[in-house]
């Protein structure tokens, strides 16, 4: 699929989430800038989440309660090699079943996600549009 602007790839994402329910894990892939965060929001949006939705880049964990009293785990691994205590934190998400589960830069958990996880990859084009590919582990 192609996405030719944020708010388009802002409203996939919202529309994936209004289709989803816990529990469900997400794997985003995508070089910095490609777009994991914005489709994170949308997909936040879908969900019913009402506060703004920011990159847990610095604080590698950000939770919001969803419409439906749920939550809505967001992490990011980017600036960790080792995920260390943050993998027993990840496996409490992953195995909370009101919980929807989203990883940015997802390689050093790999051996956490069940392989029937979701695996968006989402590719910054020349020309300023986006790819997304759909797949499962």
Request: proline share 4%; net charge negative.
């Amino acid at each position: 699929m192609i996405v030719k602007t944020e708010a388009e790839l802002i409203d996939f994402g919202r529309e994936i989430g209004q289709n989803l329910s816990a529990p469900k894990i997400i794997e985003l892939v995508g070089d910095v800038g490609a777009g994991k965060t914005t489709f994170t929001r949308g997909l936040a949006e879908g969900l019913g989440v009402e506060e703004p939705v920011t990159s847990p880049s610095f604080t590698i964990k950000k939770t919001y309660t969803t419409k439906n009293g749920g939550y809505l785990a967001h992490y990011d691994f980017y600036r960790l090699k080792d995920p260390g205590l943050m993998s027993e934190d990840l496996a409490e998400s992953i195995n909370d079943e009101n919980t929807i589960t989203v990883i940015e830069w997802g390689k050093s958990v790999e051996n956490l996600l069940p392989p029937s996880h979701l695996i968006f990859t989402i590719t910054f084009n020349s020309d300023g549009t986006r790819t997304i590919e759909e797949g499962t582990e």
